[in-house]
């Protein structure tokens, strides 16, 4: 793959700043900056030899938000849930940010309307820093919007807060880069969803999000991801969690020609949690990879880290997760799985679970497996009467819905239950 040295010459449009946030402005310069003197990475980079990014850099697209070709689908809307829409023409529903904050007590606010607030002059770039790698920096140099998200103190939301975005553009490849900043309050608690729909023609969302958890927080983060036959999804998450917090992440990627999630996880003050799960649905010839970084800085800290995979087609499929565990982070309880299905000879996976160890007093695993059906399975249903077919049909079934056992809200259950039933109808209708 070849580097690309001027990165930035692939998207159309780009103002040189932005009127409506000139106190981002030297940011997004030191980021274009950054990335032309870096370009993108190509296969030669540890982080990246699995992760071909060709398809996107080398499509041009036109930049910003513009109106959608059609209605909003509202095919990922929770039953129940504070909802806010984004689409590629910008936000349809505008009106209830105000009827959400007095609901809920928590504040929510347009990026390109925080120019006086200090604490997103604080947070910036600071849990997701703007240069991590390529696509944070181009994020920060491009971004157009974003929603800055506070719950305060003590406030316990009673049902799920929903961002979801929609990019359709007809004959319009587009890319849109938005940024979200979550903060939790003191013994707050709320549930989190962010869905991505892409259905356009070549669309590539970039997100950036950066998630804050004060002491004896308690966050459920859910990352949906639908991916378009053509589309590109990357996302670069940071969450730090400070005494006693606990976050339970959850990411779903389903389609897409390519989608990349990058997640760092510090856990920064004591007794902090992390519970981390994933479930991935390849087909077609897409690419689904998930990088996680760990962090175990403060002492007394528990991770939990399961991803799976199911692969059909000419899918492919990458686990690469490292947990930290530093010096000062004695009594460390960290556990890492990775586990994959393959349902066709031409999918393809990469896994690379990693420890790294620099405390004597911890207690951490890791493992990974990848294999076929069990024949042994299939062949016992059988004789209890279920077709070859069906037996299959429920083995893989079974398979995926087992990550999504610990999630608490159930319209979030149904939507990824209905996801996994659609994905074994359709690679059963096709004879994947």
Request: overall charge negative.
């Amino acid at each position: 793959m070849q580097n690309i040295q001027k990165p930035i010459s692939y998207v159309k449009g780009i103002p040189t700043d932005h009127p409506t946030m000139a106190s981002f402005n030297a940011s997004r310069q030191q980021s274009r900056e950054f990335l032309l003197d870096n370009g993108f990475p190509t296969n030669k980079d540890e982080g990246w030899r699995f992760t071909n990014i060709q398809p996107i850099v080398n499509q041009e697209y036109d930049y910003g938000f513009h109106p959608p070709s059609n209605p909003f689908k509202k095919n990922l809307l929770l039953s129940d849930a504070y909802q806010i829409n984004i689409n590629s023409g910008g936000y349809n529903n505008l009106d209830q940010f105000s009827e959400f904050t007095l609901t809920s007590g928590c504040t929510i606010e347009r990026l390109v309307s925080s120019e006086n607030n200090s604490t997103v002059k604080a947070l910036f770039s600071t849990i997701v820093p703007a240069h991590q790698n390529a696509f944070t920096a181009l994020n920060t140099a491009l971004f157009q919007d974003g929603l800055i998200f506070i719950v305060p103190d003590n406030i316990r939301l009673d049902k799920p807060v929903h961002f979801h975005l929609e990019n359709e553009i007809a004959n319009h490849p587009t890319n849109i880069n938005f940024r979200f900043l979550i903060i939790l309050g003191k013994n707050s608690k709320c549930t989190i969803v962010l869905s991505n729909e892409g259905v356009g023609e070549s669309s590539f969302s970039n997100f950036v999000t950066e998630i804050k958890l004060s002491d004896n927080s308690q966050l459920d983060y859910h990352v949906i991801q639908f991916g378009g036959e053509n589309d590109h999804q990357i996302t670069n998450t940071g969450i730090s969690l400070e005494d006693n917090a606990r976050v339970h992440a959850q990411y779903f990627s389903t389609g897409g020609k390519t989608i990349r999630n990058d997640l760092t996880v510090n856990l920064s003050g004591q007794g902090a949690e992390c519970d981390i799960r994933g479930l991935i649905l390849g087909k077609n010839n897409g690419l689904i990879d998930n990088h996680s970084l760990i962090n175990h800085i403060a002492p007394n800290c528990t991770s939990n880290e399961i991803f799976k995979g199911v692969l059909t087609d000419t899918s492919h499929g990458v686990f690469d997760g490292l947990v930290t565990v530093f010096p000062n982070a004695q009594l460390t309880s960290a556990n890492q799985k990775n586990q994959t299905l393959l349902l066709s000879k031409d999918a393809t996976t990469n896994s690379n679970p990693r420890l790294q160890i620099n405390a004597d007093n911890v207690k951490c695993s890791h493992g990974s497996t990848t294999g076929e059906l069990d024949m042994d399975a299939v062949f016992y249903l059988q004789s209890r009467g279920i077709s070859e077919e069906m037996a299959k049909f429920m083995l893989i079934q079974g398979f995926a819905l087992e990550i999504l056992d610990s999630i608490s809200n159930e319209s979030v259950k149904k939507i990824l239950q209905q996801a996994i039933e659609k994905y074994l109808i359709d690679i059963k209708r096709t004879g994947s």
